[in-house]
Structure formats: structure tokens, C-alpha cells
């Protein structure tokens, strides 16, 4: 089973919602990754975890609440968005961070409003 | 700054044509080169990759081409067919962490 699997597939929310989105996958893979892809554009990493630990964080604004509560499961916690920050949220996995591929979940296709 | 530089942003081919995609990079410190394609709604799918120390790869339809001295690779389509219209993704991994370029849209027109 190679897949990641994301939750909710589409989100609507208002700027002062809070929101989360889901990510689970059941390949062993101890790396997992949050990407942000907005249309016709390459996919932007946010966060990495390694062992279910934060390794890297690029930078993202606070209002973006990452968690990995095991090591099959990653969480995006989504308070007081911006319209800018609506975009396909990717979800990734890797064996560990050194692992050379990484499957992709479909994403969830975020809407701020 | 753009790690990756893909080109062209778009390409158009019959199909049973032969579309090329480029990129090119500056980072010694990358290790291994990615492609992905990506359909309408869905994530990434690798496709094929290559490392360094090996100037062409080959699976299936698809084929990496590698020159180190050059910093530069591509992935070539044989015999496109429409199904294969797709934006395609070149990445190059350094540490854990992957550098993607900037996408080509193919389209195989029947």
C-alpha cells in the first residue's frame, strides 16, 4: 500500500475559523511533510517531521499549527486564515527524510473567504 | 531564488511525438533528481529519477538524461500519448529537503 490519504478532499472557511486538516499514512515511513501548491505553481514546503519530531519549518506563519500525534498521522491546524492562503494543501511521506521518494496524498483544496 | 530552473513553461506535441523538458541547477550539493507529474486535483506521482553518477535512466516510455558537468537533465516522452498530458515537475533533493521547478503543462493533442 503506497498511499497517503488526505481529509477533507475540499474546505471553506471564514478568516476567523479555525479548521484542520488531516493526513494518514500506513507505509512505516517515519518523514512526513506539509506542502503548500497555489495554481501553475511548484509545490512550497512548510514543515518537515523526522520521527515524528519538527525538523524544518520554512518560515510559515503562525496562524499554520502543525502536529504529528504518531508516527502514521500529521495534522495542519488552521486559525485565523488569510484569502492568500487559500491553495492546495499536499501532504507527503518518505521512508525517513534521507528516503528518496516521496508519495504524495491528493491534497485538500483550501478556500478562505 | 529559483533552485531549479525548468523550462519551457509549456509545450504542445502530436501525439507519438518526443516532448523534452529541461532543467538545470547550480546546488553541487544535490543528490537526486526527481520527476513528477501532477493531473488536475491530484498530488505528485514520481515518475522516474536519477542520480548523479548516471547519465541516462530509462522506464517504460520515459527517459532521464544527466549531464553533471553541466548541471543540467531532462525527461523525454516517447511515443506521447494524449493520457500523458500533465504538468510535470523537476526536483532535486539536498539534506531532506526537495527543490522543485517551476512545471511544464504538456498537452498531446490526438
Known amino acids: 500500500d503506497t498511499e497517503v490519504t488526505q481529509t477533507p478532499k475540499h474546505l471553506v472557511m471564514g478568516m476567523t475559523n479555525k479548521k484542520s486538516l488531516k493526513c494518514e499514512q500506513h507505509?512505516?515511513?517515519?518523514?512526513m511533510y506539509w506542502y503548500k501548491q497555489k495554481a501553475k505553481k511548484p509545490p512550497e514546503l512548510m514543515f518537515v517531521?523526522?520521527?515524528?519530531?519538527?525538523?524544518i519549518n520554512e518560515s510559515v506563519p503562525s496562524r499554520f499549527s502543525p502536529e504529528c500525534p504518531n508516527s502514521s498521522l500529521l495534522n495542519l491546524h488552521l486559525h485565523a486564515l488569510q484569502p492568500e492562503d487559500s491553495a492546495l494543501y499536499l501532504c507527503?511521506?518518505?521512508?525517513?527524510?534521507?528516503?528518496?521518494?516521496?508519495?504524495f496524498g491528493p491534497g485538500t483544496r483550501l478556500l478562505v473567504l | 531564488q529559483q533552485q531549479v530552473k525548468q523550462s519551457p513553461q509549456s509545450l504542445i506535441v502530436q501525439k507519438g511525438g518526443i516532448p523534452i523538458i529541461n532543467c538545470a541547477y547550480e546546488?553541487?550539493?544535490?543528490?537526486?533528481f526527481p520527476w513528477y507529474q501532477q493531473f488536475p486535483g491530484k498530488g505528485p506521482a514520481l515518475l522516474i529519477a536519477?542520480?548523479?553518477?548516471?547519465s541516462e535512466k530509462k522506464e517504460g516510455r520515459f527517459t532521464i538524461s544527466f549531464n553533471k558537468s553541466a548541471k543540467q537533465f531532462s525527461l523525454h516522452i516517447m511515443d506521447s500519448q494524449p493520457g500523458d498530458s500533465a504538468t510535470y515537475f523537476c526536483?532535486?533533493?539536498?539534506?531532506?529537503?526537495?527543490?522543485f521547478g517551476t512545471g511544464t503543462s504538456l498537452t498531446v493533442i490526438p
Open positions: 507505509m512505516g515511513h517515519r518523514a
Open positions: 526536483a532535486a533533493r539536498a539534506g531532506n529537503q526537495f527543490y
Open positions: 536519477i542520480r548523479p553518477d548516471v
Open positions: 517531521y523526522s520521527y515524528e519530531k519538527l525538523s
Open positions: 507527503a511521506s518518505s521512508q525517513d527524510t534521507k528516503g528518496e521518494t516521496q508519495y
Open positions: 546546488n553541487t550539493a544535490f543528490d537526486y
